[in-house]
Protein backbone atom coordinates (compact mmCIF):
# COMPACT_ATOMS: atom_id res chain seq x y z
CA UNK A 1 0.00 0.00 0.00
CA UNK A 2 0.77 3.23 -0.85
CA UNK A 3 1.57 6.19 1.73
CA UNK A 4 -1.34 7.96 3.69
CA UNK A 5 -1.98 10.97 2.19
CA UNK A 6 -4.73 13.59 3.39
CA UNK A 7 -5.84 15.34 0.03
CA UNK A 8 -5.92 18.93 1.98
CA UNK A 9 -2.07 18.35 2.18
CA UNK A 10 -1.80 17.26 -1.17
CA UNK A 11 -4.10 20.15 -2.53
CA UNK A 12 -1.38 22.53 -0.97
CA UNK A 13 1.05 21.43 -2.74
CA UNK A 14 -0.72 21.39 -6.16
CA UNK A 15 -1.72 24.63 -5.49
CA UNK A 16 2.01 26.15 -5.45
CA UNK A 17 2.74 23.78 -8.08
CA UNK A 18 0.13 25.51 -10.16
CA UNK A 19 1.01 29.40 -9.44
CA UNK A 20 4.63 28.47 -11.06
CA UNK A 21 2.32 27.50 -14.21
CA UNK A 22 -0.30 30.19 -14.13
CA UNK A 23 0.79 33.72 -13.04
CA UNK A 24 -3.03 34.56 -12.96
CA UNK A 25 -3.67 32.78 -9.76
CA UNK A 26 -4.33 34.18 -6.43
CA UNK A 27 -5.13 32.50 -3.32
CA UNK A 28 -7.59 34.17 -0.97
CA UNK A 29 -8.18 32.11 3.34
CA UNK A 30 -9.75 33.13 6.17
CA UNK A 31 -7.53 32.82 8.62
CA UNK A 32 -7.16 28.91 8.35
CA UNK A 33 -4.08 28.59 5.71
CA UNK A 34 -2.58 26.19 7.96
CA UNK A 35 -5.46 24.03 8.16
CA UNK A 36 -6.23 24.66 4.31
CA UNK A 37 -2.62 24.16 3.58
CA UNK A 38 -2.61 27.23 1.13
CA UNK A 39 0.35 28.46 3.58
CA UNK A 40 2.74 26.45 1.18
CA UNK A 41 1.12 28.75 -1.57
CA UNK A 42 1.76 31.70 0.98
CA UNK A 43 5.25 31.20 1.31
CA UNK A 44 6.49 30.72 -2.48
CA UNK A 45 4.17 33.56 -3.49
CA UNK A 46 3.51 36.51 -0.92
CA UNK A 47 2.43 38.83 -3.54
CA UNK A 48 -0.51 36.70 -4.47
CA UNK A 49 -2.01 35.53 -1.53
CA UNK A 50 -4.73 37.24 0.63
CA UNK A 51 -5.72 36.37 4.19
CA UNK A 52 -9.42 38.17 4.47
CA UNK A 53 -9.72 37.17 8.39
CA UNK A 54 -12.18 35.91 9.73
CA UNK A 55 -14.64 37.44 7.27
CA UNK A 56 -15.74 34.52 4.85
CA UNK A 57 -18.08 36.55 2.61
CA UNK A 58 -16.32 39.26 1.64
CA UNK A 59 -13.56 36.73 1.33
CA UNK A 60 -15.53 35.62 -1.49
CA UNK A 61 -16.85 38.66 -2.79
CA UNK A 62 -13.34 39.28 -3.37
CA UNK A 63 -12.65 36.61 -5.08
CA UNK A 64 -15.19 37.74 -7.50
CA UNK A 65 -14.14 40.56 -7.85
CA UNK A 66 -10.75 39.45 -9.04
CA UNK A 67 -11.95 36.77 -11.28
CA UNK A 68 -13.97 39.23 -13.59
CA UNK A 69 -11.03 40.89 -13.85
CA UNK A 70 -9.18 37.94 -15.47
CA UNK A 71 -8.07 36.74 -12.27
CA UNK A 72 -7.74 32.76 -11.47
CA UNK A 73 -8.77 32.93 -7.45
CA UNK A 74 -8.60 29.76 -5.18
CA UNK A 75 -11.34 30.72 -2.37
CA UNK A 76 -10.34 28.74 0.91
CA UNK A 77 -11.93 27.70 3.61
CA UNK A 78 -13.53 25.03 6.00
CA UNK A 79 -16.05 23.11 3.93
CA UNK A 80 -19.12 24.31 5.99
CA UNK A 81 -17.96 27.93 6.25
CA UNK A 82 -17.28 28.45 2.53
CA UNK A 83 -20.82 26.69 0.94
CA UNK A 84 -22.81 27.85 4.33
CA UNK A 85 -21.79 31.25 5.38
CA UNK A 86 -21.65 32.10 1.98
CA UNK A 87 -24.12 30.38 0.15
CA UNK A 88 -25.86 34.01 -1.11
CA UNK A 89 -22.53 35.32 -2.39
CA UNK A 90 -21.37 32.71 -4.38
CA UNK A 91 -24.95 32.17 -5.84
CA UNK A 92 -25.37 35.92 -6.83
CA UNK A 93 -21.56 36.73 -7.35
CA UNK A 94 -19.92 33.85 -8.47
CA UNK A 95 -22.49 30.89 -10.21
CA UNK A 96 -25.10 33.73 -11.72
CA UNK A 97 -22.37 35.26 -13.52
CA UNK A 98 -20.64 32.13 -14.43
CA UNK A 99 -17.27 33.49 -12.87
CA UNK A 100 -13.91 30.94 -12.96
CA UNK A 101 -13.20 31.39 -8.90
CA UNK A 102 -12.49 28.19 -7.62
CA UNK A 103 -13.80 27.43 -4.23
CA UNK A 104 -11.87 24.63 -2.21
CA UNK A 105 -13.81 23.36 0.70
CA UNK A 106 -11.29 21.87 3.22
CA UNK A 107 -11.94 19.00 6.32
CA UNK A 108 -15.02 18.03 4.78
CA UNK A 109 -17.36 15.86 5.91
CA UNK A 110 -17.72 13.71 9.68
CA UNK A 111 -14.14 13.21 9.64
CA UNK A 112 -13.17 16.72 10.56
CA UNK A 113 -13.71 15.25 13.96
CA UNK A 114 -13.82 16.16 17.62
CA UNK A 115 -14.66 19.99 16.71
CA UNK A 116 -18.79 18.17 15.95
CA UNK A 117 -21.51 19.07 13.45
CA UNK A 118 -20.75 22.95 14.15
CA UNK A 119 -17.29 22.02 11.94
CA UNK A 120 -18.23 19.22 9.89
CA UNK A 121 -20.19 19.35 6.33
CA UNK A 122 -22.60 16.93 5.65
CA UNK A 123 -24.90 19.38 3.60
CA UNK A 124 -21.77 21.02 1.12
CA UNK A 125 -22.11 19.04 -2.37
CA UNK A 126 -25.74 19.29 -1.99
CA UNK A 127 -25.67 23.09 -1.80
CA UNK A 128 -23.21 23.23 -4.46
CA UNK A 129 -24.76 20.54 -6.96
CA UNK A 130 -27.87 22.75 -6.86
CA UNK A 131 -26.57 25.85 -8.37
CA UNK A 132 -26.44 26.43 -11.99
CA UNK A 133 -22.82 26.65 -13.68
CA UNK A 134 -21.51 24.63 -10.85
CA UNK A 135 -18.77 22.06 -10.86
CA UNK A 136 -18.26 19.58 -8.03
CA UNK A 137 -15.43 17.74 -7.61
CA UNK A 138 -14.71 15.37 -4.77
CA UNK A 139 -11.08 13.97 -5.28
CA UNK A 140 -10.60 10.56 -4.26
CA UNK A 141 -6.72 10.46 -3.05
CA UNK A 142 -3.57 12.33 -3.43
CA UNK A 143 -3.21 11.76 -7.06
CA UNK A 144 -6.66 12.74 -7.87
CA UNK A 145 -6.33 15.61 -5.98
CA UNK A 146 -3.26 17.51 -7.88
CA UNK A 147 -4.78 16.75 -10.72
CA UNK A 148 -8.50 18.15 -10.43
CA UNK A 149 -6.15 21.21 -8.83
CA UNK A 150 -4.56 22.19 -11.51
CA UNK A 151 -7.31 21.30 -14.10
CA UNK A 152 -9.43 23.61 -12.40
CA UNK A 153 -6.71 26.34 -13.52
CA UNK A 154 -7.33 25.93 -17.17
CA UNK A 155 -8.90 23.25 -17.69
CA UNK A 156 -12.45 23.78 -16.49
CA UNK A 157 -14.42 26.96 -17.11
CA UNK A 158 -16.86 28.45 -14.66
CA UNK A 159 -17.17 28.30 -10.70
CA UNK A 160 -15.60 24.87 -9.20
CA UNK A 161 -16.09 23.49 -5.68
CA UNK A 162 -13.67 21.14 -5.25
CA UNK A 163 -13.88 19.53 -1.43
CA UNK A 164 -11.11 18.23 0.36
CA UNK A 165 -10.60 15.97 3.46
CA UNK A 166 -8.37 15.53 6.51
CA UNK A 167 -8.87 11.56 6.54
CA UNK A 168 -5.47 10.10 5.26
CA UNK A 169 -6.05 8.06 2.27
CA UNK A 170 -3.88 5.78 -0.09
CA UNK A 171 -3.08 6.56 -3.38
CA UNK A 172 -5.62 4.43 -5.55
CA UNK A 173 -5.18 5.79 -8.87
CA UNK A 174 -1.85 5.44 -11.00
CA UNK A 175 0.58 8.35 -11.10
CA UNK A 176 -0.18 8.93 -14.98
CA UNK A 177 -3.92 9.05 -14.48
CA UNK A 178 -5.37 12.37 -16.49
CA UNK A 179 -8.28 13.79 -14.90
CA UNK A 180 -11.45 14.52 -17.31
CA UNK A 181 -14.59 16.23 -15.73
CA UNK A 182 -17.54 14.45 -15.66
CA UNK A 183 -16.38 11.05 -16.13
CA UNK A 184 -16.32 8.21 -13.38
CA UNK A 185 -13.14 5.71 -13.12
CA UNK A 186 -14.15 1.71 -12.58
CA UNK A 187 -11.49 0.71 -10.25
CA UNK A 188 -12.78 -2.99 -9.56
CA UNK A 189 -15.65 -5.23 -11.47
CA UNK A 190 -18.41 -7.47 -10.51
CA UNK A 191 -21.44 -8.96 -11.27
CA UNK A 192 -23.31 -8.53 -8.71
CA UNK A 193 -23.82 -4.95 -7.32
CA UNK A 194 -21.92 -1.61 -7.99
CA UNK A 195 -20.34 0.41 -5.15
CA UNK A 196 -20.30 4.05 -6.68
CA UNK A 197 -18.47 6.35 -4.23
CA UNK A 198 -16.61 9.66 -3.31
CA UNK A 199 -13.60 11.34 -1.70
CA UNK A 200 -12.35 8.75 0.77
CA UNK A 201 -15.38 6.64 0.57
CA UNK A 202 -13.99 5.27 -2.70
CA UNK A 203 -10.95 3.50 -0.56
CA UNK A 204 -13.44 2.26 1.82
CA UNK A 205 -15.80 1.01 -1.06
CA UNK A 206 -12.50 -1.39 -2.61
CA UNK A 207 -12.20 -2.75 1.45
CA UNK A 208 -15.78 -3.35 1.33
CA UNK A 209 -15.41 -4.78 -1.46
CA UNK A 210 -12.78 -7.47 -1.08
CA UNK A 211 -14.58 -8.43 2.37
CA UNK A 212 -17.78 -9.12 -0.28
CA UNK A 213 -15.40 -11.76 -2.83
CA UNK A 214 -15.21 -13.65 0.48
CA UNK A 215 -18.91 -14.11 0.91
CA UNK A 216 -19.02 -14.62 -3.34
CA UNK A 217 -20.22 -11.46 -3.74
CA UNK A 218 -18.73 -9.50 -6.91
CA UNK A 219 -18.72 -6.04 -6.39
CA UNK A 220 -17.97 -3.32 -9.07
CA UNK A 221 -16.76 -0.02 -7.58
CA UNK A 222 -16.72 3.34 -9.21
CA UNK A 223 -14.76 6.33 -8.09
CA UNK A 224 -17.70 9.23 -9.12
CA UNK A 225 -15.18 12.07 -8.50
CA UNK A 226 -17.23 14.15 -10.21
CA UNK A 227 -20.72 15.39 -8.37
CA UNK A 228 -22.05 17.50 -11.18
CA UNK A 229 -21.92 16.69 -13.72
CA UNK A 230 -22.40 13.87 -13.28
CA UNK A 231 -21.24 10.72 -15.31
CA UNK A 232 -24.80 9.55 -16.12
CA UNK A 233 -23.93 6.94 -18.72
CA UNK A 234 -22.02 5.34 -15.62
CA UNK A 235 -25.32 5.51 -14.03
CA UNK A 236 -27.01 3.57 -16.30
CA UNK A 237 -24.57 1.31 -17.13
CA UNK A 238 -23.99 -0.16 -13.24
CA UNK A 239 -27.86 0.02 -13.27
CA UNK A 240 -28.54 -2.39 -16.60
CA UNK A 241 -25.28 -4.32 -15.79
CA UNK A 242 -25.77 -5.56 -11.98
CA UNK A 243 -29.22 -5.75 -9.97
CA UNK A 244 -28.32 -3.85 -6.97
CA UNK A 245 -26.52 -0.35 -7.13
CA UNK A 246 -25.31 1.32 -3.70
CA UNK A 247 -24.14 4.69 -3.70
CA UNK A 248 -20.80 5.80 -0.18
CA UNK A 249 -20.57 9.12 0.71
CA UNK A 250 -19.25 11.03 3.86
CA UNK A 251 -21.98 13.22 2.89
CA UNK A 252 -25.66 13.60 3.70
CA UNK A 253 -27.54 10.96 1.94
CA UNK A 254 -30.19 13.71 1.01
CA UNK A 255 -28.96 16.53 -2.05
CA UNK A 256 -25.41 14.65 -2.34
CA UNK A 257 -24.90 11.46 -4.44
CA UNK A 258 -27.23 9.42 -3.19
CA UNK A 259 -29.70 11.57 -4.51
CA UNK A 260 -27.74 12.38 -7.73
CA UNK A 261 -27.87 8.78 -9.07
CA UNK A 262 -31.51 8.49 -7.91
CA UNK A 263 -32.38 11.08 -9.94
CA UNK A 264 -30.96 9.38 -12.94
CA UNK A 265 -32.12 5.59 -11.94
CA UNK A 266 -35.52 7.00 -11.29
CA UNK A 267 -35.62 8.89 -14.56
CA UNK A 268 -34.23 5.98 -16.68
CA UNK A 269 -36.96 3.80 -15.06
CA UNK A 270 -35.13 0.82 -14.81
CA UNK A 271 -35.17 -2.66 -12.45
CA UNK A 272 -32.08 -1.98 -10.51
CA UNK A 273 -32.63 -1.38 -6.67
CA UNK A 274 -30.56 1.58 -5.16
CA UNK A 275 -28.99 1.41 -1.48
CA UNK A 276 -27.85 4.88 -0.23
CA UNK A 277 -25.50 4.56 2.20
CA UNK A 278 -24.13 8.18 4.22
CA UNK A 279 -25.35 10.07 7.17
CA UNK A 280 -29.49 9.93 7.48
CA UNK A 281 -30.93 13.31 7.88
CA UNK A 282 -28.52 14.15 11.09
CA UNK A 283 -26.24 16.32 11.90
CA UNK A 284 -22.65 14.76 12.98
CA UNK A 285 -21.22 14.84 16.91
CA UNK A 286 -18.16 14.90 18.28
CA UNK A 287 -15.29 12.48 18.20
CA UNK A 288 -12.32 10.88 16.90
CA UNK A 289 -12.38 10.40 12.59
CA UNK A 290 -12.45 6.65 13.05
CA UNK A 291 -14.97 6.33 15.87
CA UNK A 292 -17.30 8.89 13.84
CA UNK A 293 -17.39 6.71 10.74
CA UNK A 294 -18.29 3.41 12.66
CA UNK A 295 -20.69 5.22 14.15
CA UNK A 296 -22.57 6.05 11.20
CA UNK A 297 -21.79 2.90 9.53
CA UNK A 298 -19.66 3.94 7.02
CA UNK A 299 -16.36 1.76 7.62
CA UNK A 300 -15.65 -1.18 5.07
CA UNK A 301 -16.97 -4.12 7.75
CA UNK A 302 -20.56 -2.03 8.20
CA UNK A 303 -20.98 -1.67 4.71
CA UNK A 304 -20.00 -5.33 3.71
CA UNK A 305 -22.01 -6.39 6.31
CA UNK A 306 -25.18 -4.06 5.11
CA UNK A 307 -24.74 -5.82 1.99
CA UNK A 308 -24.32 -9.38 3.19
CA UNK A 309 -27.81 -9.02 4.03
CA UNK A 310 -29.24 -7.05 1.35
CA UNK A 311 -28.25 -10.56 -0.71
CA UNK A 312 -28.63 -12.87 2.09
CA UNK A 313 -25.70 -14.08 2.47
Known sequence: ??????????????????????????????????????????????????????????????????????????????????????????????????????????SAGLTQGPDGASHQSLEDIALMRILPNMRVLVPCDGVETRAMTLAAAKEIDGPVYLRLGRYPVPDLLSADYCFELGKAVTMREGKDLT????????????QAAERLAGRQIEATVLNMSTIKPLDEEAVRRAMTSTPLVVTVEEHSIIGGLGSAVA????????????????????????????????????????????LRHAFGR
Open 263 to 306: EIMAEDGCGARLMRLGTRDVFGESGAADELLERYGLTAEAIAEA
Open 1 to 106: MSELRQTRFVYGDALAEAGGLYPGIVVLDADLYNSTRTVVFRDKYPHRFFDLGIAESDMVSTGAGMASQGLIPYVNSFAIFLTGHCYDMIRIQIAYPNLHVILAGS
Open 195 to 206: LIACGHMVNVAL
